[in-house]
């Protein structure tokens, strides 16, 4: 059936009016009828104190509001930041964004869930022995607390479970809210912390975690070890988290829509509960990003990482596109989502013994012998369906006399419609089983249940559809899914992972790293009944896929290393995490998209994590909070706007003469990133590196991997460090040698004193 053109046109128009309206911020005219109220964020920069105190300017506007209707407040921020959320007209709106103090007002966004063996694969990663007594812990319990801003939890999960960890740490300050349905006895020495937010167009008033995605990213990052798991026999072993030590604060703002006013509720009361680190699985569409200034992630991340917090998010679901990368503010850990060298296959025999590789989760009852008709779906077309339709498998395109009883081929090379999708219709008409010959889906294994369908490659359709062409009576079968150890190539970047460059500057690299995210197995819901396989009872674990997943890896490694350095920064725990990575696979080659193309910074930002040499990095990049105020600067903010926004900005602070979108490349990031470089001739940028090896007196020399058409010179070529000399800067002057280079560059920037290599990459726009 063919879409009606001017039907889609007005749903497009609708939600560009609605999703446009989400980026308002003070500056902007907030268009809305003046008796209409709808929730707002009434951001006011930083917080006098974490003790609960309102600034005047606050509590002035605050109250003036609350004179006009008592009821109108949803959350009051006075911990980590200044500000609330309520309900306004649009009179009310403008006038409080005009109020001395006031940074932004926006309306209250909506934003989306980005939605075990992984830990063994990335060991077997490592390239370099470290000291083992740095890189694991030898004791049960950590004081590292982890954050999970997510749907919840299900605190039964044996990832959860509080055995032999010590008391709670004395210094914790958060609180565990209880309901009818989770008790404080819910709460452990695992789950030190339980809060929620519930939307204010939801009844959902509870920390129990009713839909699974955020006990799966809790126990990635913070799990205990739990053998025995699998998935309905899928990917059997032991399930456990990157940082099983640690305590788990959990902070449900997403029921499953994330609304920015509880995001940043969040935010506020993990600053003031006192964690380490913050776990965020969600983000906004790269399509109608918001601003800085009216991007609740970006804002409560902001002050987080004023207070020493580490923050980790995930890059987004938006690949393989660039320029769809989410999260980007330079204080946030952007994370990509790679493969893993597990692989879930469910393969396709056919009636001439050839066996043809598909990738799925399913749980067939077929035979595994060939028994079954083939078609296509162009063959079982109606007599009034499109021929292409009808190949495609699209709704009432197949012929139910045709497809009974059979396994229909449906190409989706060209088509955007998904293989679940295709599934409904095949099963409408009463077919048997699905072969989905797609690349959209890369190296993901979609679970489809009981149903007998699986994916296959583009590259693999010929050897289908020349055994259906080659006899009057094709017959095949859909295998059921087993696990694949050992899979090569591995790493790959998943097709789904967000890409850069980042959208808020060309000149800051996102995402800024990459870690497992396809087909994780963790802790899930027992009370989720759908594609529960016949016979069965339901798993307390589940497969998925998404940058949900990756980004928890990071975290937990994240929490891990601030264990062992606990003075370090959230800057220097990101840099020991970036400089540290890799760049090659399991075949010692260098790492590829699951589409076969050579990886690049803008998919994986630095490469792939390393869960040994983060811990002793050498050196490390310090980007101070002065960096990310002149990052504002730079960008368009003014010294006014900056000083109202940040608690640690001196009285005598003012943006730089020359702040241009240019000089963001110049901030003492663990990357280079260089917008327009064609154009300029020669660029200098320079950096800062700290010693925090072991060795206080060391000579690093640099090692260059420069691109044709580029000339790069590093001044000096050797940093000496001493006991007393700690930090060395050096700079970099990128010529362009070829005016005819028409794609962007890159390379890398390494130095290294024999035992540690501390690597940046570098892209140089076009």
């Known amino acids: 059936m063919k879409a009606n053109p001017i039907l889609l046109i007005l749903i497009f128009y609708y939600l560009f009016i609605f999703l446009g309206e989400l980026r308002l911020s003070s500056a902007d005219h907030i268009t809305q009828s003046d008796n209409e109220n709808q929730v707002y964020i009434v951001y006011m920069g930083a917080a006098d104190s974490t003790d609960g105190s309102l600034r005047k300017d606050h509590a002035h506007v605050l109250n003036t509001m ?4 008592e009821k109108a407040l949803i959350h009051n921020y006075k911990h980590g930041f200044s500000g609330f959320a309520a309900r306004l007209s649009k009179s009310e709106a403008n006038s409080i964004a005009r109020q001395p103090g006031v940074v932004s007002v926006f309306p209250d966004p909506i934003l989306k869930l980005h939605t075990t063996h992984s830990w063994d694969f990335l060991k077997l990663q490592t390239q370099v022995k470290i000291d083992k007594t740095l890189s694991n812990s030898s004791s049960s319990s950590s004081d590292i607390v982890i954050g999970m801003l997510d749907t919840g939890i299900w605190p039964e999960a044996a990832s959860f479970s509080d055995n032999g960890m010590n008391p709670i740490p004395s210094g914790w300050k958060g609180t565990c809210m209880t309901s009818n349905d989770f008790n404080s006895s819910n709460c452990n020495r695992k789950i030190i912390g339980a809060r929620y937010y519930p939307n204010h167009d939801t009844d959902e008033a509870t920390v129990r975690d009713t839909y699974g995605h955020g006990s799966h990213t809790a126990s990635t990052a913070a799990g205990k070890a739990a053998s025995g798991a699998s998935y309905y026999g ?18 449900k703002v997403c029921f499953p829509a994330c609304y920015g006013s509880g ?11 006192g964690v380490d680190v913050l776990s965020l699985s969600l983000g906004a569409s790269p399509f109608f990003r918001p601003n800085l200034t009216s991007d609740p992630i970006a804002i409560g991340a902001f002050h987080a990482v004023e207070h020493g ?4 998010c995930s890059a987004g679901n938006y690949g393989p596109k660039q320029m769809t990368v989410v999260n980007d503010a330079p204080w946030i850990l952007t994370v990509a989502a790679t493969t893993i060298d597990r692989d879930l296959q469910s393969n396709v025999v056919l009636g001439n013994n050839k066996v043809v590789k598909g990738k799925a989760i399913n749980f067939s009852p077929l035979s595994k012998s060939a028994d079954y008709p083939l078609i296509t779906g162009e063959s079982a077309k109606t007599t009034t369906a499109d021929l292409a339709e009808a190949r495609q498998c699209h709704t009432s395109s197949l012929d139910k006399n045709k497809v009974e009883g059979k396994i229909v081929v449906c190409d989706g090379i060209d088509d955007r419609q998904t293989t679940k999708a295709k599934i409904n219709t ?19 294994a979609n679970s489809y249940g009981d149903f007998p369908a699986t994916v296959i490659r583009s590259k693999d359709a010929s050897t289908i559809l020349q055994y259906v062409n080659s006899t009057s009576n094709p017959i095949a079968t859909i295998l059921p899914t087993i696990t694949v150890m050992d899979y090569k190539p591995a790493p790959m970047v998943a097709i789904f992972s967000s890409r850069g460059p980042s959208g808020l ?13 396809v087909a994780i197995l963790a802790a899930w819901i027992e009370n989720k009944v759908e594609d529960i396989p016949k016979g069965k009872k339901l798993s307390p674990y589940n497969i998925i896929s998404g940058t949900s997943m990756s980004c928890p890896h990071v975290s937990g490694l994240a929490g891990s290393i601030k264990s062992r350095n606990p003075t370090w920064s959230p800057s220097a725990i990101k840099s020991a995490i970036m400089t540290s990575a890799t760049q090659i696979n399991n075949m010692k080659a260098p790492i590829t998209t699951d589409l076969g193309s050579v990886a690049t910074p803008y998919d994986y930002g630095a490469g792939e994590i390393t869960t040994t040499e983060s811990f002793q990095p050498g050196l490390v990049y310090e980007t101070t909070i002065i960096d990310y105020l002149n990052y504002l600067c730079y960008i368009g903010l003014n010294t006014s706007t900056i000083k109202v926004i940040s608690k640690t900005v001196s009285d005598s602070f003012s943006c730089p003469e020359e702040s241009t979108p240019d000089y963001v490349s110049n901030i003492n990031y663990p990357s280079i990133a260089i917008s327009n470089f064609t154009s300029k001739g020669t660029v200098n940028v320079s950096r800062t590196v700290t010693n925090v090896g072991e060795e206080d007196e060391t000579v690093y020399s640099v090692i260059v991997d420069a691109p044709n058409g580029v000339k790069l010179q590093v001044i000096p070529e050797k940093l000496e460090f001493t006991k007393s000399s700690k930090k060395q800067s050096y700079q970099v002057i990128f010529s362009s040698t070829s005016s005819s280079v028409k794609e962007d560059l890159f390379g890398t920037i390494t130095w290294s004193n024999g035992k540690y290599n501390v690597r940046s990459p570098f892209i140089l726009t076009v």
């Open 505 to 517: 500057s060309k000149n800051i690299l996102k995402p800024d790293i990459a870690a497992p995210g």
């Open 263 to 273: 995001i940043l509720a969040a935010f506020d009361d993990a600053i003031s509960d």
């Open 309 to 312: 917090i580490v923050v980790v």
């Open 426 to 444: 095949v099963k409408e008409v009463g077919g048997l089983g699905l072969v989905h010959i797609t690349d959209k889906e890369g190296a993901v």
């Open 66 to 69: 609350l004179r006009r209707s």
């Open 234 to 251: 899928l990917a059997e072993g032991t399930a456990k988290g990157g940082f099983p030590e640690s305590r788990l604060a959990i902070y």
